[in-house]
């Protein structure tokens, strides 16, 4: 499951929210887990690949 990552720009924290593809398509309202201010943004987060291919 894909961990999206987010920074509260009223309290200044960051937070991670678990969501699967299907429910991020649907463009859910995230809330900081701390103030449940909606004035978020998203962070890059870091992220790896696996293929069956080997180099």
């Not at 990552?5 to 701390?34: G, M, Q, W």
């Amino acid at each position: 499951m894909p961990v999206y990552e987010y920074a509260c720009k009223a309290c200044l924290k960051d937070f991670t929210v678990f969501l699967s593809l299907k429910e991020f398509e649907t463009n859910p309202k995230i809330r900081c887990t701390h103030c449940q201010s909606d004035n978020i943004t998203k962070k890059l987060g870091s992220f790896f690949t696996k293929t069956s291919k080997k180099s």
